[in-house]
């Protein structure tokens, strides 16, 4: 963290100019009909855009490895919160529920 | 501070998930929201909230250099347009309170092009809006008080080029926030906008 690695001026404008631009995009293509696309296009922009803010302004990319795994592992779980979520609702009501008989009696 | 922002990210994910289970439930409901918002706010506080991560970054940077003025200068920066995103958010509230969209005893569905939607599910997608946005609003409004704090640091001469932290991870925190709009942002304002 404290490695005083001092990232160019350039390099911050031109993060800034490319999440402004993400910024507009998400909002054209969300009026683009892509069917069931549009909503995994807008989050993938998101990522995007969040990676760029993660990798410079938060200088991950100029911070030690550990940074990094703290990062990714912050969002590989939120990951598994929302799997996990999901595949319970999705999967209830494809069966019947199974007969357990001290229930049914 | 790391591992705060961790624990920021699932504080912040469970809303998602929360928000992700009822979408998919009723999300018919969740598009009639969303079309009663304003892309021309919620697109306008995107950008200044990409420009507040900027002056931030720069503020951090002018730490590592040790330019005291300068980090004073780009922290009252990030001030300012943090106050600017606030007070769009004040208006977008007071709207939707004048259109009776506030989940609440004077909640009224009346939208002519959506009246085939339920306006008790409406009123959930309402109820994530303002959790989750009001949430986001909490943290800049704590992000700003520390960076009251910082200038406050910097003036006493409490932060110079071997030692910034304080600047630093209050930029990490800062950025973080900036993330979770950037994901807001879409997923609450841009649903099913091509119908």
Same mark, same amino acid.
């Given at each position: 963290?404290?490695?005083?690695?001092?990232?160019?001026?350039?390099?911050?404008?031109?993060?800034?100019?490319?999440?402004?631009?993400?910024? $507009?995009i998400?909002?054209?293509?969300?009026?683009?009909?892509?069917?069931?696309?549009?909503?995994?296009?807008?989050?993938i922009?998101?990522? $995007?855009?969040a990676?760029? $803010?993660?990798?410079?302004?938060?200088?991950?990319?100029?911070?030690?490895?550990? $940074?990094?795994?703290?990062?990714?592992?912050?969002?590989?779980?939120?990951?598994?919160?929302?799997?996990?979520?999901?595949?319970?609702?999705?999967?209830?009501?494809?069966?019947?529920?199974?007969?357990?008989?001290?229930?049914?009696? | 501070?790391?591992?705060?922002?961790?624990?920021?990210?699932?504080?912040?994910?469970?809303?998602?998930?929360?928000?992700?289970?009822?979408?998919?439930?009723?999300?018919?409901?969740?598009?009639?929201? =969303?079309? /009663?918002?304003?892309?021309?706010?919620?697109g306008?506080?995107?950008?200044?909230?990409?420009?507040? =991560?900027?002056?931030?970054?720069?503020?951090?940077?002018?730490?590592?250099?040790?330019?005291?003025?300068?980090?004073?200068?780009?922290?009252?920066?990030?001030?300012?347009?943090?106050?600017?995103?606030?007070?769009?958010?004040?208006?977008?509230?007071?709207?939707?309170?004048h259109?009776?969209?506030?989940?609440?005893s004077?909640?009224?569905?009346?939208?002519?092009?959506?009246?085939?939607?339920?306006?008790? /599910?409406?009123?959930i997608?309402?109820s994530?809006?303002?959790?989750?946005?009001?949430?986001?609003?909490?943290?800049?409004?704590?992000?700003?008080g520390?960076?009251?704090?910082?200038?406050?640091?910097?003036?006493?001469?409490?932060?110079?080029?071997?030692?910034?932290?304080?600047?630093?991870?209050?930029g990490?925190?800062?950025?973080?926030?900036?993330?979770?709009?950037?994901?807001?942002?879409?997923?609450?304002?841009?649903?099913?906008?091509?119908?």
């Open positions: 963290m404290s490695d005083h690695h001092i990232v160019p001026l350039k390099i911050y404008f031109l993060i800034f100019a490319a999440l402004l631009i993400g910024t $507009v998400t909002v054209a293509i969300a009026f683009v009909d892509l069917g069931f696309l549009n909503t995994p296009v807008a989050l922009i998101a990522l $995007v855009k990676s760029l $803010v993660i990798l410079y302004f938060m200088h991950v990319k100029y911070s030690h490895k550990l $940074v990094g795994l703290f990062a990714f592992a912050g969002f590989f779980w939120l990951i598994i919160m929302l799997a996990m979520t999901m595949q319970d609702y999705y999967t209830r009501g494809w069966q019947e529920p199974l007969p357990i008989p001290f229930l049914t009696q | 501070m790391w591992a705060f922002i961790v624990q920021e990210i699932l504080f912040f994910g469970g809303l998602f998930c929360g928000y992700t289970v009822y979408r998919n439930l009723y999300i018919d409901a969740f598009t009639a929201g =969303s079309h /009663q918002l304003d892309i021309f706010w919620g306008l506080n995107t950008a200044v909230l990409i420009g507040s =991560s900027l002056t931030m970054a720069l503020a951090v940077r002018c730490a590592q250099k040790g330019e005291r003025n300068s980090i004073v200068g780009w922290l009252i920066a990030t001030i300012v347009l943090g106050f600017a995103f606030l007070g769009v958010k004040y208006i977008e509230y007071s709207h939707k309170w259109d009776n969209l506030v989940p609440g004077s909640f009224a569905w009346n939208d002519p092009a959506y009246l085939n939607v339920a306006g008790g /599910q409406v009123k997608f309402f994530f809006y303002f959790v989750m946005t009001g949430m986001h609003a909490l943290h800049m409004i704590i992000g700003v520390i960076m009251l704090w910082l200038i406050a640091k910097v003036r006493r001469n409490q932060i110079n080029e071997h030692y910034f932290t304080p600047v630093e991870i209050s990490l925190y800062w950025h973080f926030v900036d993330i979770v709009w950037i994901f807001l942002f879409p997923l609450l304002y841009l649903i099913g906008r091509h119908h």
